[in-house]
């Protein structure tokens, strides 16, 4: 691609791409993709945007283009990679020139040259940072921001790598040019305050604009470029520059109209003033010792004391409170009593904790306290006007890392690290605080009410840490639950911090005959007539309180109904998809902790649900709530849980068709749903065997819920084996053979579980359906080469087709000879020696019996290869006797025989687990007693092969087997 005409074509396409018009937009999108390769079609680009006459959408489009180019096909490795001759051409194209006069193109090329400094700098583009150094020299202003805008992404770029040998290369570039930024910040710095001193502001705005660039690289290069800043004169020059700087910056800020840029660019420029401290202190906290007293006096003078007034803004306010707790809570300034070596102790160790404590003195810490909680902690007015105007919102946890960037969990966060450093001041302030704070006011001093507000905010924050301090039952009893009468409107700010409260304390101390006290309290404050944030506030509560470690089922059992019908009133009222999931997590983890209790509930639970699941089409999450909240409900319900088929089946239809796009979200849980429902359900119905239509796409798309769908396959097996294998036999099948040989052992053994059930189930017919796949268990028995967890599995399937179906066994023997072109008793020879050398393998004292079981019904086979291993049968069925045989009143017996235990049925028994129980009550290894079938064996055989010939063979088994064998027969 190239010449005048391949830059015209390029440009027309471009033009089109732009376009509103889809019919003219997609072939010009699809031209563009496949150039993507082609040879030169990146400089043509470049020469594109780098002409200032084109209009700008299509240059942006151009840089656009370009920059997804180099991330694809820069790197030499790339396919397509783009020529080294052509590389070279755009490197220097690309710093040519610093001119770019749209800002929004001008940060895209910086962000490109960076993704080529990551690759190519220093080896191979050598030139960058001394054309970057060149640049930022120019006297043309516009000139100077783009270099440095470049400069500053580059090193952002640089800086992230990670390989010791960039973080080498990152260092020595530090060293080489960290002096010559930090003077041409400072320059840059000294020029925006001589501006300001003339109240030239335009100039103001351009070189802080320049200063923050150079800031933001000292910045990088400080924290990532040098290893040791308290032993570089310019990296402490830096951080104490950046100390002289605040103070006029932060009043030269107040001095700005607000309707002026500069004010806003300020800000910013005050803003990264103090994460550079934070980076400091963070990253490096034995090099900041020196500045700690400066931090502390410069941020509390401006947070906590008059000295701020009219200065301060949000952010500003937040990074002096980040700064602040990041020196109460630096584990390096702590000084460790227990620690055996104080000699090892780094000094500065000692003279941060000394600054510390001097700094931190009781009126000092106890200004500080009242002015968070009185200043601080205060709702404001436009926390007011969002409470109005979007309640759900309000409502909303920030968690994370908020505190980083928002005041009011910033405050929180403060607070708790002082309270936990100081608790011994903290605490007296804020107890009579409390005190003062509850006796009676009007609720129409808006100002006491948010003071109240706030002191019980900090209540609940500190509960662990008053833990010793507070007698909440005695609190709550006396005090609490009366403000929770107040219905006044302006007092929903203290009904919902209080029942906020009582949740923050239920885990930490609260008597557990107090319980229902707590569940009388929360359920008027979820009514209707109820504001709405006091309302989700109060269910929140009310799910800390069902999930309390001593909660009783039985305590809360009369509140259910009232509970259930004031939440999905709640969740009715509420539009937010956020408030219904919370809401709805609610119910659910009512659901799952009261169980079985739930049962009379099921109908007024029901009501609802069928309208959510259709008003949330939209929001595939509040549908996975959902579904979560049914498995719950169905678990809870049991076999009553038929009651929910109309709504509950095309529900588990939906979320398990592969053909429908949001399966992609509700797959897992529509599976799980699935599974308990047949876990619960007392019968088959047709509408449940018809949902099995969805399984063999499931099979096919494989993935984690591959042991699900095999529980499901087993629950259908169990549930209803003629109607399920009548229907579904060839698509069982089929899927335990499609994935024999591509799972790993576990998996294996869940399909190899599968079969065993339909086996157990139809002794007969079983293998039959599966005699397809026998040849390759034999097969793989003999390799021998199978994990042993494998090896029981197969050897277990072998076992049940003798035990019960001999003649498929001795046919399926027949069959593999005819496969593999060998004797059939060659192979049953093998077979039989694998076995016996496989089954000390076996560890689950049920298959050992199983294996015995049937190599014992083997004897009477009338097979000479039998007669031949029959000394190695009995050596193995005697060491299974003693693993399931013990002594009672002098006779041994097999104690897995489970007898008749059909009346020890478990009320907490689903469906499924009561028909395995019966189908294990027909198992022959719970049926049928190891030691009597033993002795019914060998009596058959001797009777077969005639006395003589019978003691013969009992006379090569080792004598001390004949013993042990004797010793079980008494």
Request: aromatic share 10%; glycine share 4%.
């Amino acid at each position: 691609m190239d010449g005048t005409n391949a830059v015209g074509i390029v440009l027309e396409t471009l033009t089109k791409a732009t376009s509103q018009e889809a019919s003219i937009l997609k072939p010009a999108e699809q031209q563009l993709k496949e150039w993507e390769a082609h040879a030169g079609f990146y400089s043509v680009l470049q020469t594109i945007y780098s002409n200032h006459s084109i209009d700008v959408n299509v240059r942006w489009l151009a840089v656009l283009y370009f920059k997804n180019g180099i991330d694809k096909y820069w790197r030499k490795t790339a396919p397509n990679a783009i020529a080294e001759e052509e590389k070279t051409e755009i490197r220097a194209r690309l710093i040519g020139t610093f001119n770019e006069p749209v800002a929004p193109i001008a940060t895209q090329l910086a962000v490109l040259i960076s993704k080529v400094a990551r690759v190519d700098c220093p080896r191979e583009w050598q030139e960058l940072i001394p054309t970057l150094l060149e640049a930022v020299k120019q006297p043309e202003p516009l000139h100077q921001q783009r270099a440095l805008l470049t400069m500053h992404h580059v090193t952002k770029t640089l800086a992230s790598k990670r390989l010791l040998s960039d973080r080498k290369l990152f260092r020595e570039l530090t060293s080489n040019i960290f002096s010559f930024v930090l003077n041409l910040w400072n320059a840059h710095t000294e020029n925006f305050l001589a501006a300001a001193r003339s109240h030239d502001y335009d100039g103001v705005a351009t070189f802080v604009e320049l200063s923050m660039l150079a800031l933001k690289i000292l910045r990088k290069q400080l924290v990532f470029g040098i290893p040791e800043p308290q032993k570089v004169s310019d990296a402490l020059m830096l951080v104490q520059l950046v100390f002289q700087r605040i103070k006029p910056v932060v009043e030269l800020r107040a001095q700005v109209p607000c309707s002026h840029l500069a004010k806003e660019k300020l800000e910013k420029q005050i803003v990264l003033y103090m994460k550079l401290l934070l980076d400091v202190q963070d990253n490096f906290p034995l090099a900041y010792v020196n500045f700690i007293k400066q931090s502390l006096e410069l941020t509390v003078a401006y947070v906590f004391t008059d000295a701020g007034k009219g200065l301060l803004f949000e952010r500003f306010i937040v990074q002096c409170m980040n700064l602040i707790k990041g020196i109460v809570k630096c584990d390096a300034y702590r000084l460790n009593k227990l620690e055996e070596d104080e000699d090892a102790k780094d000094p500065a160790v000692y003279v941060a904790a000394k600054v510390r404590e001097e700094f931190f003195t009781d009126d000092t810490v106890v200004e500080i306290c009242r002015r968070l909680l009185s200043q601080y902690f205060l709702i404001v007015p436009e926390d007011l006007r969002m409470w109005e105007e979007d309640p759900e919102g309000y409502t909303i946890d920030e968690g994370g890392e908020s505190w980083k960037f928002t005041l009011r969990p910033c405050t929180e966060v403060l607070f708790l690290a002082l309270f936990h450093a100081y608790k011994e001041i903290f605490t007296p302030v804020l107890l009579q605080m409390v005190q003062s704070s509850q006796e009676a006011c009007d609720p129409g001093d808006m100002n006491t009410l948010l003071l109240k507000e706030a002191v019980y905010n900090a209540m609940g924050l500190a509960a662990f840490e008053l833990f010793d301090e507070v007698d909440f039952d005695q609190w709550l009893t006396s005090h609490l639950l009366s403000e929770l009468q107040n219905k006044q409107a302006s007092y929903r700010l203290i009904r919902r911090r209080v029942i906020w409260l009582i949740g923050q304390w239920i885990g930490v101390k609260l008597s557990p005959n107090l319980h229902p006290t707590v569940y009388n309290a929360i359920l008027p404050l979820l009514a209707p007539e109820e504001d709405l944030v006091v309302r989700i506030t109060a269910a929140q509560t009310l799910k800390i309180a069902v999930d309390d470690f001593e909660f009783k089922t039985e305590n809360f059992t009369m509140y259910l109904e009232s509970s259930f019908a004031l939440l999905f009133q709640l969740l009715q009222q509420v539009a937010e998809c956020d408030t219904k999931m919370n809401v709805l997590h609610v119910l659910s983890f009512i659901i799952e902790r009261v169980g079985h209790q739930i049962q009379p509930y099921v109908s007024k639970l029901t009501q609802y649900l069928p309208m959510l699941w259709e008003e949330s089409r939209d929001h595939n999450m509040l549908r996975c709530a959902i579904l979560s909240t049914l498995v719950h409900l169905v678990q809870g319900v049991g076999s009553l849980s038929v009651n929910l088929y109309p709504f509950l089946l095309p529900i588990i239809q939906f979320s398990t068709d592969v053909s429908q796009p949001p399966h992609v979200y509700l797959l897992e849980d529509g599976i799980d749903l699935w599974y308990d429902t047949l876990q619960n359900a007392p019968v088959m119905t047709k509408e449940l065997l018809q949902l099995f239509g969805n399984m063999s796409e499931l099979l096919e798309l494989g993935s984690e819920n591959l042991k699900t769908c095999f529980q499901i396959m087993m629950a259908y097996v169990l549930l209803g084996p003629e109607e399920f294998l009548q229907n579904y036999s060839g698509a069982v099948f089929a899927g335990c053979v499609s994935l024999l040989n591509h799972v790993r052992p576990e998996g294996i053994v869940i399909v190899m579980k599968l079969v065993e059930t339909i086996f157990k189930v139809f002794p007969v017919e079983g293998p039959q359906i599966f005699r397809q796949m026998m040849p390759t268990v034999l097969q793989k028995v003999l390799q021998k080469e199978v994990y042993p967890i494998e090896m029981s599995m197969y050897l277990s399937l072998l076992a049940r087709i003798i035990i019960k179906n001999q003649p498929t066994f001795f046919m399926l023997i027949e069959q593999a000879g005819k496969m593999w072109n060998r004797a059939p008793s060659e192979i049953l020879d093998e077979l039989l020696q694998v076995w016996m050398d496989k089954i000390d393998t076996i560890t689950q004292a049920e298959r050992r019996k199983l294996t015995a079981l049937a190599l014992i019904s083997l004897i009477t086979a009338n097979s000479s290869v039998v007669n031949a291993r029959f000394p190695d049968i009995i050596y193995a069925v005697t060491e299974v006797l003693h693993d399931v045989c013990r002594e009672e009143n002098g006779t041994q017996i097999d104690y897995l025989v489970m007898g008749d235990r059909e009346e020890l049925e478990d009320e907490t028994e689903t469906e499924h687990e009561k028909r395995k129980r019966r189908l294990s009550l027909k198992d022959p290894v719970f049926c049928i007693s190891l030691r009597d079938y033993v002795i019914s064996q060998l009596t058959e055989y001797q009777r077969q092969q005639g006395t003589p010939n019978f003691e013969q063979l009992m006379q090569s088994i080792d004598i001390e087997i004949q013993q042990q064998l004797q010793e079980f027969f008494k």
